[in-house]
């Protein structure tokens, strides 16, 4: 890409801030002719490939992955009521093979539950067989109506990690909603993303489940952002697609079973709260370059330089780190600029100064500069990762404290909503939910809120003044 100057806009403005740094830090190509539909730039699915890395780790640990069809038979997707209602305005259909219309309609998974269920019916025949746990990352599709954007919302999802599991018990299959959400809470700590767990309202829950444990980001315009759902399925799915097993007094039982999915928002979260008014500036862990090594060429000693910032470079690798020499011929603040707006970590200037000091200057993407001495770099250099790390998540820890407020009276709700999310009492009727949002129009994100920057307390509901429970209120996306 070409332009390596100007300003991005502010991150206060964050749309437009937000629209910006998926070009320039060359996350997405928007320009590609479907709406919804967008490009990974080999830079940004550099970013989502060791992000989706961790997250295949995390499931690797007592989940197995599989890889299912795209294409659902019309008579398998019909088979859920509530699946349909809540799917049937989303999905696009294949009608045709060539010129022939088909004798059964094939739809573009939206989610899979309809294409992996009937072979669940096949696969599970006895209590030995249970807990199953599978998941598998793929791409669906969703004729969404709703304003599309980038890695927010998707007409084509490309990166949906989806798991389904199977368990005996409807207990069992709660508990494995509670592991299922320790799993996303490790995933995005590890993102250094600070989330709000709730349970969604009734209303709001995945077509088909008992219930819906939802994990929300707030993002930089106080805006909410669903991160990941855990839903409880009950033995909704395994009725209507007959997954039963025997148990060990030989009868046959239905099973219960969970769903939980994360998609490419957790890149947007990832940008948009560590992102700054420079650019990017990622977790290393995910960083598709750790480190850039930038020679300083002045005077007479450029060939020294050059070739003791290789050397620098090399050391590194073989630390396992990943780093990236620049040595392309333009002023080295068109690489800083470069680089910063890249989000990569750390940055190590290496002039004549330097060199004579057997050190290089480092200078973190988190703000601050030291020196690391040449000899010892790799170590050296992994401390300063790690801090770079601990910077970020404090950071984004912080705001999100700031981001969230009490709020006693309706009155006061759109004030607290102007710094992001509410936390109110709430009786639990719909009819109260309505209107909070007919006042504000904010959404009661959830209940049985679970995050530390969350006083839960029995207040009034905040719309009746009957007794109510801790609820969050916000704007999302
Ligand atoms: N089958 C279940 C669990 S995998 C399911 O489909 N749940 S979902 O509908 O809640 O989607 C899982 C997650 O995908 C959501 O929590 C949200 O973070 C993300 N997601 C949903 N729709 C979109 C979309 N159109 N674009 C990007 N991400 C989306
Ligand atoms: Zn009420």
Known sequence: MDDDTGALPSRTDFSNWYNE??????????????????VWFPFGFGIRKRTYGLLRDLLDRDHEETL?????????FMKEAEHIKGFEDEVYWVTHGGLSPLDVKLALRPTSETAIYPMYA???????DLPLKYYQIVNTFRYETKHTRPLIRLREITSFKEAHTVHATWEEA????????ALYREFYDRLGIPVLVSKRPDWDKFPGADYTIAVDCVMPDGRTLQIGTAHHLGDHFSRTFEITYEDRDGEQRLAFQTCYGISERSIAALISLHGDDRGLVLPPEVAPVQVVVVPIIVGKRGDEIRSASRKLAGMLEGAGIRVRLDDRDIRPGAKYYHWEMRGVPVRLELGPRDLDAGVATAVLRTGGRTTVPLDECGEEVRRLLEQVMKTIRQAAADRLAAQIRTADVLTDLDEVLKHGVAVVGWCGDRACADRIEEETGAAVLGVEVRSPLVEVREGACIACGRAGTTALVGRSY
């Open 174 to 181: 709660a508990a494995q909603v509670e592991d299922a959400v």
């Open 21 to 38: 740094i998926l070009w320039r830090a060359e996350i997405m190509d928007v320009r590609y002719p479907v709406k919804g539909l967008y």
């Open 122 to 128: 096949l696969w599970v025949r006895s209590h030995a």
């Open 68 to 76: 299912f069809p795209l294409l659902i038979p019309e008579t398998e």
